[in-house]
């Protein structure tokens, strides 16, 4: 029997609804655990959780962490995350070695799909508007498309129609369709709901682009400015990363908990704006956690000589 994917398209209200915001991935070969840590999984906060405790950890004096589920399906492990997009945008160092595929629902910004294949995102696509699409080998991808409903071709197509044969009817449960067809499994509802293993994750551990560009500011200028020239670990990365090698960072190292703590402190700097957290960091508290954002995306860049300009 084909599987049910329409609790992917459910607004609040629904009896089977998982949230206007989140994130499937899936990825061939890799052990859960093991798809946690690839992704910037933090070993130390592995438990048990559901998407429910998983929101509820969306706070300021839990840091507004971001958290991800893993379920072994056969060869696959599918990943969630309940209330966030961040995953979304690993997928291409999800893959190395191997093969993934992601889907993003978010309701207030762009909904996408992603299918990469050993660091190479192969094909994609905006799930709002399918004739953006995208990849360095797509074709297959725009076939699977058309298998499952949508039309990669149609730019005059208008998402604002409610008819069931416009693309942007039912277009979560096409994508979670169109993800079974390339890995020929698909979690179910109940499943993704369970208490699954979960880990905080922080995407700067994933060994992925950072989602900017190198600013006109140096690593150095910025420690200088936040007084950090003293954290241990930190100068013997720098020159290494300055001989042109790369630095390899791990959760667990002495660097890694500064990096977590500097991480902490930028997301919440961003999130306290929204929500009962904004009065409880000064402008100029906001403003240092900001940098420390700055300072993790110019580490990211330093320490990996493939990413420079």
């Known amino acids: 029997m084909p599987h049910d994917h329409s609790w992917a398209d459910a607004y609040p209200g629904a009896e089977r609804f998982l949230g206007e915001i989140f994130t499937l991935a899936f990825v061939r070969d890799l052990a859960p655990l093991d798809a946690?840590?690839?992704?910037?999984?933090?070993p130390d906060t592995?438990?048990?959780?559901?998407?429910?405790?998983?929101?509820?950890?969306h706070n300021y004096d839990d840091g507004?962490?971001?958290?991800?589920?893993?379920l072994a399906l056969g060869d696959w492990t599918a990943l969630v995350q309940p209330t966030g997009f961040w995953l979304g945008m690993l997928t291409t160092a999800l893959s190395q070695g191997t093969e993934a595929v992601s889907l993003v629902r978010h309701d207030y910004a762009s909904a996408s799909f992603d299918h990469a294949v050993d660091g190479t995102l192969v094909g994609g696509f905006n799930v709002d508007y399918p004739p953006v699409h995208y990849g360095a080998d797509n074709g297959r991808l725009l076939d699977l498309m058309r298998e499952v409903g949508f039309d990669p071709d149609d730019e005059e197509s208008d998402d604002e129609e409610n008819d069931e044969e416009s693309d942007g009817d039912h277009r979560f449960s096409r994508a979670l369709r169109l993800a079974e067809l390339i890995t020929g499994v698909s979690p179910t509802f109940e499943q993704l709901v369970a208490p699954l293993p979960s880990m905080h994750f922080d995407h700067w551990f994933s060994r992925a682009r950072p989602s900017g560009?190198?600013?006109?500011?140096?690593a150095e200028e910025i420690i200088a400015e936040l007084d950090l020239a003293n954290t241990p670990g930190l100068a013997d990365a720098l020159a290494t990363a300055e001989q042109g090698e790369p630095v390899f960072v791990t959760p667990e190292?002495?660097?890694?908990q500064h990096v977590r703590e500097w991480s902490t402190l930028a997301r919440r700097a961003s999130w306290s704006l929204n929500g009962p957290g904004r009065h409880r960091m000064t402008d100029a508290e906001r403003q240092?956690?900001?940098?420390?954002?700055?300072?993790?995306q110019e580490l990211a860049f330093a320490f990996?000589?493939?990413l420079r300009r």
């Open 64 to 70: 507004y962490p971001e958290v991800v589920s893993a």
């Open 304 to 306: 990996r000589p493939d």
């Open 36 to 42: 946690m840590r690839r992704v910037g999984g933090l």
């Open 46 to 57: 592995l438990a048990e959780r559901t998407p429910e405790q998983i929101s509820a950890l």
């Open 253 to 256: 190292s002495e660097l890694g």
């Open 288 to 296: 240092r956690g900001y940098r420390f954002g700055w300072l993790l």
């Open 213 to 218: 560009s190198p600013s006109e500011r140096t």
